[in-house]
């Protein structure tokens, strides 16, 4: 009987134990979810979840701007004619670092049907491999400490690809893969 006793008792130490580790364990995770979301917010980078609230809804008129590209080029919201695909990065975010390559590639397939214009959020001097491969396929924007093209599609999220014609939003989505893109493009 004293063998039996001494076991349970070792046996409940030892529940007590595991609970304590899984506690600890739980706390921790927790910890790591509230830092993980704090760097999302602080590098600007979009909840994935609530990705599709920072991007321009279809209908929308794209607002007011005036900006010059980097070739000295003025641009506006009138500028929009015809159906022109604008695409946003930023080169703090990793995805638009990797999305830039497929929209180069797309921009040089499709450059005789749809034309475009990427806006990319750096200092000057900043991005400049982005910023370079990004010219010479589209006209380019710097955006710093104001963002008027941002702004005007009411685009907070990066990488983001807004579809617009006439300066009407016709669709807008965080990949090219997931806008939806005319046939004749």
Same mark, same amino acid.
Request: hydrophobic content about 50%; overall charge negative; charged content about 20%.
């Given at each position: #009987?004293?063998?039996?006793?001494?076991?349970?008792?070792?046996?409940?130490? &030892?529940? #007590?134990?595991?609970?304590?580790?899984?506690?600890?364990?739980?706390?921790?995770?927790?910890?790591?979810?509230?830092?993980? @979301?704090?760097?999302?917010?602080?590098?600007?980078?979009?909840?994935?979840?609530?990705?599709?609230?920072?991007?321009?809804?279809?209908?929308?008129?794209?607002?007011?701007?005036?900006?010059?590209?980097?070739?000295?080029?003025? #641009?506006?919201?009138?500028? &929009?004619?015809?159906?022109?695909?604008?695409?946003?990065?930023?080169?703090?975010?990793?995805?638009?670092?990797?999305?830039?390559?497929?929209?180069?590639?797309?921009?040089?397939?499709?450059?005789?049907? &749809?034309?475009? &214009?990427?806006?990319?959020?750096?200092?000057?001097?900043?991005?400049?491999? #982005?910023?370079?491969?990004?010219?010479?396929?589209?006209?380019?924007?710097?955006?710093?400490?104001?963002?008027?093209?941002?702004?005007?599609?009411?685009?907070?999220?990066?990488?983001?690809?807004?579809?617009?014609?006439?300066?009407?939003?016709?669709?807008?989505?965080?990949?090219? @893969?997931?806008?939806?893109?005319?046939?004749?493009?």
């Amino acid at each position: #009987m004293p063998y039996l006793t001494a076991g349970l008792i070792l046996l409940a130490a &030892l529940c #007590m134990f595991e609970l304590v580790v899984v506690l600890g364990v739980i706390r921790r995770l927790r910890e790591h979810t509230r830092i993980l @979301d704090s760097l999302v917010k602080d590098q600007g980078f979009a909840d994935v979840g609530h990705v599709e609230e920072r991007l321009p809804d279809a209908g929308v008129s794209v607002g007011a701007f005036a900006v010059t590209t980097l070739d000295g080029e003025p #641009m506006n919201e009138r500028s &929009l004619r015809g159906q022109r695909l604008v695409a946003f990065f930023s080169v703090d975010c990793g995805a638009c670092v990797d999305s830039v390559p497929g929209f180069v590639t797309f921009a040089r397939e499709h450059a005789g049907g &749809l034309s475009g &214009l990427a806006v990319v959020r750096a200092t000057p001097g900043e991005g400049t491999a #982005m910023v370079e491969a990004l010219r010479s396929v589209v006209p380019v924007v710097l955006e710093h400490n104001s963002t008027p093209v941002s702004t005007a599609f009411k685009v907070s999220a990066y990488p983001a690809y807004v579809l617009v014609d006439e300066g009407r939003v016709l669709g807008s989505a965080i990949a090219l @893969d997931r806008l939806h893109l005319p046939a004749t493009a």
